[in-house]
C-alpha cells in the first residue's frame, strides 16, 4: 500500500492550496480517507473524513467551511482544497487510509499513512 501525498507549499494568509493523494495497492473507493496535519511540538490533529462513496464529509471544526475534502474514485486520488489559510494552518498534511469504525476523528483507526507534505502559511 502507498499514500503519495503532495500539493504543499508556502502561500499567503488568505490564500489557497489543493493537497493531493495518490492512493495504490488498495481498492480505493471501498475505503474511507481522511486528512491529519502536525504542526512542530503538537500532536497530530484530525482535519477532514470521508467516506468512500465520497457521499459523507467530516470536518474539524477550525477548517470547517474553509477546506474541502474530495475524492476521485476513478483516479485513485484524495484531495484537499484548503482556501483562506491562515498562519495557524501551518503543519505537514498527512493522507491515511481508514481501517475500521465510524470514528473518523481518531488517529488510532486509520493504518496506512503518506510520507506528508508541508504546508507553511505565511506573509
Known amino acids: 500500500v502507498q499514500l503519495q501525498a503532495s500539493g504543499g507549499g508556502l502561500v499567503q494568509p488568505g490564500g489557497s492550496l489543493r493537497l493531493s493523494c495518490a492512493a495504490s495497492?488498495?481498492?480505493?473507493?471501498?475505503?474511507?480517507m481522511g486528512w491529519f496535519r502536525q504542526a512542530p511540538g503538537k500532536e497530530r490533529e484530525f482535519v477532514a473524513g470521508?467516506?468512500?462513496?465520497?457521499?459523507?464529509?467530516y470536518y474539524a471544526d477550525s477548517v470547517k467551511g474553509r477546506f474541502t475534502i474530495s475524492r476521485d474514485n476513478a483516479k485513485n486520488t484524495l484531495y484537499l482544497q484548503m482556501n483562506s489559510l491562515k498562519p495557524e494552518d501551518t503543519a505537514v498534511y498527512y493522507c491515511?487510509?481508514?481501517?475500521?469504525?465510524?470514528?473518523?476523528?481518531?488517529?488510532?483507526?486509520?493504518?496506512?499513512w503518506g510520507q506528508g507534505t508541508q504546508v507553511t502559511v505565511s506573509s
Open positions: 470521508i467516506s468512500g462513496s465520497g457521499g459523507s464529509t
Open positions: 495497492g488498495i481498492i480505493f473507493s471501498i475505503n474511507s
Open positions: 491515511a487510509r481508514k481501517l475500521y469504525g465510524t470514528n473518523y476523528y481518531s488517529p488510532s483507526t486509520y493504518d496506512y
